[in-house]
């Protein structure tokens, strides 16, 4: 008993900064040179631009004035890359040309996805590294495969009623499975909340499609297919406009209430604990704002975008650190495929929870 | 020369870290921690961060040990600056503004199609034999149905077909038409790879009285398989799909959106330069055949006819900004140019 009560005590936490100090103009001459030079070389310097890219945030990032580290080499990643290249194209290629073997090839694809998002998770994870410890993953093959193939079936045979329980473990095998060092993070996640916020995007669905509907009804007085073809090119766009509107808005609730249950119910035991407050209105003023910026500038704002949504990421988020934090030992050992975090990477699967 | 940098030195592999002095002195390095040298290296035993604008240097040790220097913009003449030296350039950067969307537009609308037109062409028969035969089986099974017109009505168009083919000296082997009911597809004709032709129900009744207008339709499907349209376009949207995942690797979603809406404007341009080269390859055989191009126009004109009495197409959609998003050229514009080579 008195063991235990003195180890209790002798953890203190203390708040300690989240920073981004990233700018948006010294990030644009970045992006738009490393561009350059990925087309010029014809992509293969596009290896050597996503290291210094993720270098670029990863450092700028500071939890206790000590930045991350994004340790990848361009060497490993252009692998990678290559082999995801040289596979979507056989794909791509079997699948167009010979079609009913390209249906065997996609079955194949079935069982090749959980272990491509393993590894591209742990890819991730021991790439990054804080205070010179590295984070890591222990996600099996077996679970990711239950998780992200069988899960996602029940999900769709429930008629989608499952389906906020299955983000919820999807969440969860990425979240319980991530260690940072030796010490792993808990997570105390409630399938509740994603019923919560499953509940909210719903119902903002249903007002903002019966308002758009209003809406047209009262701007060409009827709901005749005929009336739509009166509809000038300002009229189409405005629509389109309104519709892009309510995307983003059902994105940023989910985001928003996701992203703080996340936050406050994972910890490192003992070693650091983690709050998020962001909240959905000025979230969503920001992914809107971005994506205009975007249109509008021809793709030019995209650094600009970047940076500030990191900035805000950082901003919302505070941290408790314990006196512990100083003596973490990293365990993992040498590690060098990339192959499955490119290939994530080439069929755009993304599967951060947070 | 004898450089001085401030900064964090993390023992290796652990977290603990302390405030350092880096001293680098020809090959020799030493860490000070308050005056006291608390590691004495050279330069043959760590590796110095390659430098990016606004990241720390890092500098990793043989041992696992690390050090972060405390300003952003601290640099060593060990490390690589080359590349930051451009990132930070104004010159270079304006440089990069200017030829980044005329290399984009260079590599995808001039550069990429040439390669792949003539790529295409030395693909081996069986390939485009194999996706003809795949593609058809697997309409057959899903969305084809037995053709509802009388046999005599189809016996005609498909004898009509076979003389057209012989007078073209084209393989009768090859370009095998077939007579399907379709709901999805409606009025319509298309061509797989290998030759083989299907035109539907539909179109055959809307267009029964008017023979040569059929052929025209016809005429403009073999345009498609002698011009390896299907390959162009399989082969093209991979080699976007590869150049921008390449040169946009780590885009965000919504630029991501943006970057693949410009790609499939793109891809429909091309579908309609080569709904084009089919025209004109139909109008050059109507005219081998003795028959007016003008045939080709009444076509057009019973699929306009057909769409104003259905009207869930309105003539209108294909105006205005919806015209970038349509995988065909303007029918009336293809009417007139029929009428024009007539002349």
Known sequence: ??????????????????????????????????????????????????????????????????????????????????????????????????????????????????????????????????????????????????????????????????????????????????????????????????YLAALMVLVVTVIGVAAIIAIVFAAVGGLDPAAFVGLSTAAQIAGGLVYFALIFLVSAIFKVKIRNHVFNSSEFEDLAKFRSNMSVLPYFMLISTNFLAIICSLGLAYPWAAIRTARYFANSTQAKISNKADAIIDTNGDHKSSFGDEAADAFDIGVSAI | MKQQLSGTYYFPKTSRAQSVELLVNGEVVNLYQNHKCIMATNTSQLSVSSAIPGVALEVEFLDGGKFIAANSSDRLSLANGKIERLEKSVKWVLASVLMVPLLIWFGIAVLMPKLVTESVKHLPDVVAQEMGEQTFYALKKSILDPSEVAKADREKVISQWQQALDQLGLSKDKFTLHIFKSDFFGANAFALPDGTVVITDDLLISLQDKPDAILAILLHEIGHVQRQHSMRIVAQSISNSIIIAVVFGDLETVAELLVGTGAALVQNAFSRDMEREADNYAFEKLHELGIPATAFADAMQGFLDLNQAHADQPETEKKGLMRYLATHPDIEDRIERANQYGQ
């Open chain 1, 1 to 194: 008993m008195d063991v235990d009560h003195t180890s209790k005590a002798e953890v203190q936490f203390n708040k300690v900064p989240v920073e981004f100090s990233g700018k948006g103009t010294e990030f644009f001459g970045i992006w738009i040179v490393n561009v350059l030079l990925s087309i010029v070389t014809l992509g293969i310097y596009s290896a050597w631009a996503t290291v210094r890219t993720k270098s670029y945030f990863y450092g700028n990032t500071k939890l206790d004035s000590h930045a991350f580290s994004y340790l990848a080499k361009p060497l490993q990643i252009l692998k990678g890359r290559l082999m995801a290249i040289a596979f979507f194209v056989a794909y791509s290629l079997v699948t167009s040309f010979f079609p009913i073997a390209g249906l065997f090839f996609s079955i194949a694809l079935v069982f090749l996805f959980p272990w491509i998002i393993v590894q591209g998770l742990r890819f991730d994870s021991r790439m990054t590294s804080y205070r010179n410890v590295r984070f890591n993953f222990h996600g099996t093959y077996g679970k990711a495969f239950v998780t992200f193939i069988l899960l996602p079936i029940v999900g769709m045979l429930t008629v989608y009623l499952a389906m906020p329980w299955v983000m919820k473990k999807m969440n969860e095998f990425v979240l319980s499975n991530t260690s940072y060092g030796e010490q792993r993070l808990s997570t105390y996640i409630e399938t509740k909340q994603y």
